[in-house]
């Protein structure tokens, strides 16, 4: 399924927000980018409160996001006010992690809400209706595998996460249902490579500097906080971790950071160092090698 089509599934089966909304067509009145004309007979009863969304997936660099969603909630002011709706559409999303065809993972940070009116009509054209709603954008981050060649960094340290705590969601690592909610007990770990460089090269092995990222993805900040300090102690511990091709990563420094941002910049910081080997096996230059005997006379 598309991203599109999985925020539809989301807000269409997320009951605390579905109950609070009209029907058509015998199901919650929440559409893509448009909706029906509010004379079509498969409006049930009230055509309020509904909601309309739209995804536009064009990367913006400052904010860090893969694209925006932005969701607008209509409600007949006289029955329903958006404010009571509003946050049950935050919730709805928050700390969700969701995963489309394709190989990236996304989740939504809200950034605002703004409240308007206007004026809408029911049914029957001849009656005005005040319309008060609510338009929420949230940033779209994406989180792409990370993996590259072998051996590889973040691919070491989320073998290295997963076996540490199997019962988390290592993205990357897992394979998932189109749909993972984090919770205390159970977050979500990304790893991503901030940057690398070449060190030194020896004979035999390139040594290369690294710089990894860990987000830790939970409900509260408490739960949080309490990972990303349980998660740099055993890194700390450990000293290295054992890439997959069962050489060693040398951890260097783990830093924390509670105040950083946990969707866009991740909590945890490493400093590693790997190595590469420089010696490929090869062919012997000489081929087709006869060896024979000198008879004796």
Request: net charge negative; with cysteine.
């Amino acid at each position: 399924m598309t991203l599109d089509e999985l925020i539809l599934r989301r807000f269409s089966s997320f009951e605390i927000l579905t109950e609070n909304l009209a029907e058509y067509a015998e199901r919650p009145a929440v559409f893509y980018q448009n909706a029906p004309d509010d004379r079509q007979k498969d409006w049930k009863g009230e055509q309020y409160p509904r909601i309309i969304y739209a995804i536009d997936m064009q990367a913006d660099e400052e904010r860090k996001s893969a694209g925006v969603m932005q969701v607008d909630l209509y409600c007949d002011e006289t029955k329903t006010m958006p404010e009571d709706i509003e946050p049950y559409i935050r919730k709805c999303l928050k700390n969700l992690i969701v995963k489309p065809d394709g190989n990236s993972h996304y989740a939504f940070a809200w950034a605002r809400t703004e409240m308007f009116t206007m004026t809408g009509t029911g049914r029957d054209r001849g009656v005005a209706a005040r319309i008060a709603g609510a338009t929420l954008r949230f940033d779209i981050l994406e989180y792409s595998l990370q993996t590259t060649s072998n051996p590889d960094p973040a691919q070491a340290v989320q073998h290295w996460l997963k076996g540490l705590e199997p019962g988390c969601l290592v993205i990357g690592e897992d394979k998932i249902e189109p749909f993972y909610e984090p919770s205390g007990e159970h977050p979500a770990f990304y790893v991503r490579v901030q940057s690398y460089k070449t060190n030194r090269e020896t004979y035999a092995l390139t040594w290369v500097d690294c710089m990894l990222s860990v987000h830790v993805i939970a409900p509260e900040p408490e739960m949080r906080n309490g990972w990303s300090r349980y998660l740099a102690d055993c890194l700390q511990r450990a000293g290295e971790v054992i890439m997959l091709d069962d050489s060693p990563m040398f951890v260097f420094e783990v830093s924390v950071e509670n105040a950083a941002d946990y969707l866009t910049r991740g909590q945890i910081t490493i400093k590693a160092q790997y190595s590469l080997p420089r010696l490929i096996e090869c062919k012997h230059p000489l081929s087709q090698i006869n060896i024979s005997e000198k008879e004796e006379r």
